[in-house]
């Protein structure tokens, strides 16, 4: 069973929020009562994302900010204050994952890039949001690593630095006064295995998994487990992407607001 919060009178900040977890996870503050910021360097996109939670009643915004630009990421919090008085918290889920390459072969640019969203964007946001919280004398900040933040892969060295990256930076900055900070790992526990694009060569035909979301990783995660015959269930926030997931080779995708299908699964 899922826990519940009361956030009302809190104020939160996702980046990477046009959709995947960083939009479920601004659903799911909105749903708290938090007022939320949702940001993403598609702009249009995260407007509309907010908007959507707006239209349904919650306390929403959209802001165009590329994590790269510490200029935009500064904007970025002045805006959130501006707007709701505080932060209390923040979740720093923007990332990308570049073509996987051999380590011999990789070139320099895909390898600035991929740290500069994964590592450097993450490290921008948190220095501003923590100027904040200081300020404040509280918040709570999670950065999103990876699975790739604990173990190696091959042709995945640029983007498997950066995770490591993010859980030094998070371990050394949670020593600052007064801010809860976590790195997290997002891999689905639902009775089912967890899986994440970097564990499929580990799949065997008919073997049960659960992938979180078909944005950007998930879409990549749920080919390969399609691929590899696994019987995969894809946990989305939106009905629209049912039918994706169906033509991604998926045997099923479920709403996390489908409590039934959510029990079945979770037992
Ligand atoms: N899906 C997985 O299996 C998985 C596994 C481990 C870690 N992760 C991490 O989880 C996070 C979210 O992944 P997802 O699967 O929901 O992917 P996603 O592609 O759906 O979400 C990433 C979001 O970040 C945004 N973004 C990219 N570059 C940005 C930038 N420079 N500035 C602002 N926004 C930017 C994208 O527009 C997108 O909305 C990422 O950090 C990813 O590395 C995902």
């Not at 899922?2 to 900040?13: C, E, M, R």
């Not at 990308?96 to 895909?110: C, L, W, Y």
């Not at 926030?237 to 039918?243: H, L, N, Q, Y």
Request: some cysteine; aromatic content about 6%.
């Amino acid at each position: 069973m899922n826990p519940t919060y009361d956030f009302s009178g809190k104020v939160a900040l996702v980046t990477g929020a046009k959709g995947g977890m960083g939009y479920a996870t601004a659903e799911a503050f909105a749903k708290s009562g938090a007022a939320v910021v949702l940001a993403d360097r598609d702009e249009a996109a995260v407007q509309e994302a907010a908007a959507k939670l707006t239209s349904a009643g919650y306390k929403a915004i959209g802001v165009g900010c590329d994590v790269v630009d510490e200029a935009q990421v500064d904007a970025l919090v002045a805006r959130t204050v501006s707007e709701f008085g505080r932060l209390d918290f923040a979740y720093n889920n923007a990332g990308i994952q570049g073509e996987p390459t051999d380590a011999a072969d990789s070139i320099a640019d895909d390898f600035d890039r991929v740290n500069a969203v994964n590592l450097r964007g993450i490290w921008a946001c948190m220095k501003h949001e923590l100027k904040q919280m200081r300020e404040q004398g509280s918040g709570a900040i999670v950065n999103c690593s990876s699975l790739g933040g604990l173990v190696g892969l091959p042709g995945r060295a640029a983007y498997h630095a950066s995770k490591h990256g993010v859980i030094g930076l998070t371990k050394s900055a949670a020593l600052s006064p007064c801010v809860n900070l976590a790195a997290s790992a997002p891999l689905l526990c639902a009775g089912i295995t967890t899986f994440s694009p970097m564990q499929h060569w580990k799949l065997e035909a008919g073997q049960r998994v659960g992938i979180i979301g078909l944005g950007g990783l998930g879409h990549v995660a749920t080919k390969l487990a399609a691929a590899r015959k696994a019987d995969v269930t894809i946990f989305t926030t939106s009905p629209r992407k049912v039918a994706d997931a169906q033509r991604l080779g998926a045997r099923e995708a479920v709403l996390w607001s489908d409590a039934a299908a959510m029990k079945r699964l979770t037992g």
